[in-house]
């Protein structure tokens, strides 16, 4: 079964607007990473948070993390369309494995 | 460099047959994990690898799968007499490092269709 939980299941923007998209988790952890999916493609690793981190900025990504609440969000400024896709959260917790959210699909309309 | 690369990237079986998905990981990658992707889910772990050996199987769904990295390097998700349920898209990815310390490099999928 999965860990983690994203939301929104959908989002529609405009190209311009921000993107939020959040990640809620169940365990403890030792990182969250946030994935991208391009219809029938593989997954490409976005960002790498640790436990001991708060927040971290790549590019127009920013993500936050909140082991308290044992949360996280995905911000991305300025979207574009090639931004339409699935994202995905996983957490990594102290053994090996690696736990996937059930997504977000973000629609970026031009 | 090359990335992680699968093969067949699709296949379709008919219902008990047995089929293998082979993963080819990063060279020198010491971590290497499968995951199990249904439509519109996200990945499910299967299995993971640290070198040679197989440290977590507890995602693999049932003894019909097996798994093996004989050399460390290429491995190998076996399903035996495959049914219907077992239609999915299968991710190998691979890490640097050993554990889920670090970032997993996926590669494309095999999309396994059993009729």
């Known amino acids: 079964s999965q860990q983690g939980e994203e939301d929104p299941q959908a989002l529609s923007i405009q190209e311009g607007e921000n993107a939020t998209m959040n990640c809620s988790y169940k365990?403890?952890?030792?990182?969250l990473q946030w994935y991208r999916q391009n219809s029938g493609r593989g997954l490409v690793h976005l960002i790498l948070i640790r436990s001991n981190e708060r927040e971290k900025h790549s590019g127009r990504l920013r993500v936050t993390l909140d082991t308290s609440k044992k949360s996280s969000s995905l911000l991305i400024t300025a979207s574009r369309a090639a931004d339409t896709a699935s994202y995905f959260c996983a957490t990594a917790n102290t053994g090996n494995q690696f736990y996937f959210g059930t997504g977000t699909s973000l629609t970026v309309i031009p | 460099g090359a990335g992680v690369s699968q093969s067949p990237r699709y296949k379709v079986a008919k219902r008990g047959q047995d089929v293998a998905l082979r993963c080819d990981p990063i060279s020198g990658h010491v971590s290497l994990f499968w995951y199990q992707q249904a439509l519109g889910q996200g990945p499910e772990f299967l299995t993971y690898f640290q070198n040679e050996a197989q440290l977590d199987k507890s995602g693999l769904p049932s003894d019909r799968f097996f798994a093996e990295r004989p050399e460390g390097s290429v491995s190998t998700l076996k399903i035996q007499r495959t049914q219907q349920e077992d239609s999915a898209v299968y991710l190998c990815?691979?890490?640097?490092?050993?554990?889920?310390?670090?970032?997993?490099?996926f590669g494309p999928g095999t999309r396994l269709t059993v009729l």
């Open positions: 990815a691979s890490s640097p490092s050993g554990g889920v310390r670090d970032t997993q490099y």
């Open positions: 365990t403890s952890i030792n990182n």
